[in-house]
Nanobody
Framework: QVQLVESGGGLVQAGGSLRLSCAASKSRISISVMGWGRQAPGNQRELVATITSGGLTNYADSVKGRFTLSRDNAKNTVLLQMDSLKPEDTAVYFC??????????WGQGTQVTVSS
């Protein structure tokens, strides 16, 4: 089992920035992928950014060039820097991890609201 502790989020005006942080508990099986997903009302949850243990990142087209994901493998933490935020980025954001045994875990979520 992996416990995820999220922090960050809140209310910001369009064009502003926010930072989300997630810390994962130690696991018997190492974590391969960390990232963030989001879910807006009426929409399915989607992964917006992921990073492998080797540092390879992947971003959804909707956030490319605006969001930056970084990871500290030693601390099992991942940081999502969100810049140039748009009202359509409003959603509940969830931390995501995938272990090397393919088990996946989601955090409890943190609200991000971008006002126009």
């Amino acid at each position: 089992q992996v416990q995820l502790v999220e922090s960050g989020g809140g209310l910001v005006q369009a064009g502003g920035s926010l930072r989300l942080s997630c810390a994962a508990s130690k696991s018997r099986i190492s974590i391969s992928v960390m990232g963030w997903g989001r879910q807006a009302p009426g929409n399915q949850r989607e992964l917006v950014a992921t990073i492998t243990s080797g540092g390879l990142t992947n971003y959804a087209d909707s956030v490319k060039g605006r969001f930056t994901l970084s990871r500290d493998n030693a601390k099992n933490t991942v940081l999502l820097q969100m810049d140039s935020l748009k009202p359509e980025d409003t959603a509940v954001y969830f931390c995501y991890v995938k272990r090397f045994d393919s088990a996946t875990y989601w955090g409890q979520g943190t609200q991000v609201t971008v006002s126009s």
